[in-house]
């Protein structure tokens, strides 16, 4: 059995008419940002909700890390999408 003497795994150059993605280690670090705020909202309600006996409204800063951690990744993502 023969071994060829060089294998070809993936070519990089896109194929005509494909759309190339943003992929990557410069993706990777950029979406880290909104993920660590997303994930640092999670702890700080958490801790809220526990250490805070009588919180019971939704309207709290905690809260507003949370979701603003949330919005902010899914504008990351669609703007990803977009372009």
Do not use: R
């Not at 059995?1 to 992929?23: S, V």
């Not at 250490?51 to 951690?69: D, K």
């Amino acid at each position: 059995m023969a071994i060829p003497e060089q294998i070809t795994i993936h070519d990089k150059t896109p194929a005509a008419g494909t759309q190339q993605t943003f992929a990557g280690v410069g993706f990777d670090w950029a979406f880290l940002v909104p993920c660590a705020w997303l994930v640092g909202g999670v702890y700080l309600d958490g801790w809220a909700h526990n250490h805070i006996p009588v919180l019971e409204t939704f309207f709290t800063p905690w809260h507003a890390v949370l979701y603003s951690g949330y919005f902010a990744v899914a504008v990351f993502l669609v703007c990803t999408l977009v372009n």
